[in-house]
């Protein structure tokens, strides 16, 4: 139980790089001498010190660190990337006694560092709270062993399962979800490095696409719009975060606003999961519109689904997604239930 207890603790300090850590893990890291904790730290920014590293430096007395245990929630590189190996560190430091929660998968670690540090003579305990440090960086897996981003969906529906009605008299948006559900959202949208919509929900709501109720980084936005027939004027098109086109015919890129080619007659999903992941973009949430979520839905591209259920009826309007799927877990947020579901059939 004591190996968990502070692996737990390095699973605490890895989630404070959620949406910022991009292309890189999130890790954390606790350096343990007789059952006190004297070094802890987590990855901050790729191309910043690792965890390891800032677990190692805030250490006072470096005279106990071969007496001390390291627990990392992942495996110390054993590569030069952006910044030394990890593994390398740690052997310089004389540490002998590391725990690792799981394995890297990533090809160019994958089983080296921890060969790296026996090779060395350190005891290298794996598998601790494995599944939990596996979870955190389900984006970072996903990438690496599927080849496509991680891929959340998102949107909101009625009391009677609608998520649009059919005919506006006004061109603001329509909320469904209250002004707490909405905030969330845009958390979320600061976790992620991309978020995707269809032509139709740009058209219908003009939507910024931007984490401007949380302070976060914007993601990527992506927009799918066949016959480019959304008004320059539009607030996609406002420049002031990079934005990719997706359609059916050529036209040269403008500022940070990239229009990219692709095949309708062929599956769009599949396609636009191989561009993100030529882009190296990790994860993407999908907020709309029904169109767009049921296109990933039937593709059996996503992973996660964050569905907030509204107080409000419409009769009738456009149906909200068909998702054959049972929520793993439901919660109040303010006057809306939110859903969650896990794609179990991939």
Same mark, same amino acid.
């Given at each position: 139980?004591?190996?968990?207890?502070?692996?737990?603790?390095?699973?605490?300090?890895?989630?404070?790089?959620?949406?910022?850590?991009?292309?890189?893990?999130?890790?954390?890291?606790?350096?343990?001498?007789? !059952?006190?904790?004297?070094?802890?730290?987590?990855?901050?920014?790729?191309?910043?010190?690792?965890?390891?590293?800032?677990?190692?430096?805030?250490?006072?007395? !470096?005279?106990?660190?071969? !007496?001390?245990?390291?627990?990392?929630?992942?495996?110390?590189?054993?590569?030069?990337?952006?910044?030394?190996?990890?593994? $390398?560190?740690?052997?310089?430091?004389?540490?002998?006694?590391?725990?690792?929660?799981?394995?890297?998968?990533?090809?160019?670690?994958?089983?080296?560092?921890?060969?790296?540090?026996?090779?060395?003579?350190?005891?290298?305990?794996?598998?601790?709270?494995?599944? !939990?440090?596996?979870?955190?960086?389900?984006?970072?897996?996903?990438?690496?062993?599927?080849?496509?981003?991680?891929?959340?969906?998102?949107?909101?529906?009625?009391?009677?399962?609608?998520?649009?009605?059919?005919?506006? $008299?006004?061109?603001?948006?329509?909320?469904?979800?209250?002004?707490?559900?909405?905030?969330?959202?845009?958390?979320?949208?600061?976790?992620?490095?991309?978020?995707?919509?269809?032509?139709?929900?740009?058209?219908?709501?003009? /939507?910024?696409?931007?984490?401007?109720?949380?302070?976060?980084?914007?993601?990527?936005?992506?927009?799918?719009?066949?016959?480019?027939?959304?008004?320059?004027?539009?607030?996609?098109?406002?420049?002031?975060?990079?934005?990719?086109?997706?359609?059916?015919?050529?036209?040269?890129?403008?500022?940070?606003?990239?229009?990219?080619?692709?095949?309708?007659?062929?599956?769009?999903? &599949?396609?636009?999961?191989?561009?993100?992941?030529?882009?190296?973009?990790?994860?993407?949430?999908?907020?709309?519109?029904?169109?767009?979520?049921?296109?990933?839905?039937?593709?059996?591209?996503?992973?996660?689904?964050?569905?907030?259920?509204? &107080?409000?009826?419409?009769?009738?309007?456009? &149906?909200?997604?068909?998702?054959?799927?049972? /929520?793993?877990? &439901?919660?109040?947020?303010?006057? $809306?239930?939110?859903?969650?579901?896990?794609?179990?059939?991939?």
């Amino acid at each position: 139980m004591e190996h968990e207890k502070y692996m737990q603790r390095c699973l605490q300090l890895a989630q404070n790089g959620l949406g910022t850590t991009y292309p890189n893990p999130m890790v954390g890291c606790v350096i343990v001498h007789k !059952q006190t904790i004297i070094g802890e730290g987590w990855h901050y920014i790729a191309g910043m010190p690792h965890a390891e590293v800032n677990a190692i430096s805030c250490v006072k007395n !470096q005279q106990i660190l071969p !007496q001390s245990t390291l627990y990392v929630t992942l495996e110390p590189c054993s590569h030069f990337g952006k910044t030394p190996p990890c593994a $390398d560190l740690i052997i310089s430091k004389n540490i002998k006694n590391i725990v690792v929660g799981t394995k890297d998968t990533f090809c160019e670690v994958s089983g080296k560092g921890i060969e790296k540090l026996r090779n060395a003579g350190c005891k290298v305990e794996v598998g601790i709270l494995e599944e !939990q440090c596996r979870k955190i960086n389900k984006r970072f897996f996903t990438f690496h062993n599927k080849n496509r981003p991680y891929i959340i969906l998102k949107w909101a529906e009625t009391a009677d399962g609608f998520i649009a009605p059919t005919v506006r $008299d006004t061109k603001n948006p329509i909320w469904i979800s209250g002004s707490l559900s909405q905030q969330i959202t845009h958390k979320w949208r600061s976790e992620e490095q991309a978020i995707l919509v269809g032509k139709n929900t740009i058209l219908d709501d003009n /939507p910024a696409l931007t984490t401007r109720h949380w302070a976060g980084k914007n993601p990527l936005r992506l927009v799918i719009d066949a016959d480019l027939e959304i008004p320059l004027s539009f607030s996609v098109f406002d420049a002031k975060t990079p934005t990719v086109i997706f359609s059916s015919k050529e036209k040269k890129s403008v500022d940070n606003i990239d229009f990219h080619r692709i095949d309708f007659h062929q599956s769009v999903p &599949k396609q636009i999961c191989e561009y993100l992941f030529e882009q190296k973009i990790q994860s993407v949430i999908i907020e709309g519109g029904a169109f767009t979520l049921q296109q990933f839905i039937d593709a059996n591209l996503w992973d996660e689904a964050r569905v907030f259920i509204g &107080k409000s009826i419409f009769e009738k309007g456009i &149906k909200a997604p068909m998702l054959l799927a049972v /929520p793993q877990k &439901k919660e109040a947020i303010g006057d $809306d239930l939110l859903l969650w579901f896990e794609n179990q059939k991939i």
